[in-house]
């Protein structure tokens, strides 16, 4: 019973240390970095994000030179709008309110986790987003910052639990 139980423990750890892994493979450890788009692309959890980028056209901006810090909203996160706000969203005819959407969740240059501040944060879209830390978490504007300092060739990504509404 105790080898069965010591087989088990040793297969999770050794899944959970694959998983630890397999995101830095994507990050080109030995090969060279992945851009923003592609980092999120290859990830599995913002196909909405991606779709929404490529439907404003924005995804040759992201994949340049940069640097850019994007507040990355999750596939869970785009479910939390009301029904039908995506796909509402991704019509040719949003493109303009799509753009201002997806440009609030960009600040220029590339801020780590660790040189964030509370306060106010100019984005690409002209607008401000509020940085805030509350009960040891980091908030932007009122979504709670889930993963940070995902780096990419041209900047880092932190993902968040909602998406940014400007």
């Given at each position: 019973?105790?080898?069965?139980?010591?087989?088990?423990?040793?297969?999770?750890?050794?899944?959970?240390?694959?998983?630890?892994?397999?995101?830095?493979?994507?990050?080109?450890?030995?090969?060279?970095?992945?851009?923003?788009?592609?980092?999120?692309?290859?990830?599995?959890v913002?196909?909405?994000?991606?779709?929404?980028?490529?439907?404003?056209?924005?995804?040759?901006?992201?994949?340049?030179d940069?640097?850019?810090?994007?507040?990355?909203?999750?596939?869970?996160?785009?479910?939390?709008?009301?029904?039908?706000?995506?796909?509402?969203?991704?019509k040719?005819?949003s493109?303009?309110?799509?753009?201002?959407i997806?440009?609030?969740?960009?600040?220029?240059?590339k801020?780590?986790?660790?040189?964030?501040?509370a306060?106010?944060?100019?984005?690409?879209?002209?607008?401000?987003?509020t940085?805030?830390?509350?009960?040891?978490?980091?908030?932007?504007?009122?979504?709670?910052?889930?993963?940070t300092?995902?780096n990419?060739?041209?900047?880092?990504?932190?993902?968040?639990?909602?998406?940014?509404?400007p």
């Amino acid at each position: 019973m105790k080898i069965e139980n010591i087989k088990s423990l040793a297969l999770f750890l050794a899944s959970i240390s694959f998983t630890a892994l397999v995101p830095a493979a994507h990050h080109g450890d030995a090969h060279k970095q992945a851009d923003i788009v592609a980092v999120a692309s290859s990830a599995g959890v913002f196909n909405t994000l991606v779709a929404a980028v490529t439907a404003a056209d924005l995804a040759s901006t992201l994949q340049g030179d940069g640097p850019f810090t994007v507040f990355a909203p999750t596939d869970e996160a785009f479910a939390k709008l009301p029904e039908g706000t995506v796909k509402t969203l991704l019509k040719p005819e949003s493109k303009d309110k799509l753009i201002s959407i997806l440009t609030y969740h960009v600040v220029s240059g590339k801020v780590m986790a660790a040189d964030v501040k509370a306060g106010e944060v100019v984005t690409v879209n002209g607008s401000s987003l509020t940085v805030s830390l509350k009960n040891g978490n980091v908030f932007v504007d009122n979504a709670q910052v889930t993963k940070t300092d995902v780096n990419a060739s041209n900047g880092v990504v932190h993902i968040i639990d909602s998406v940014l509404i400007p």
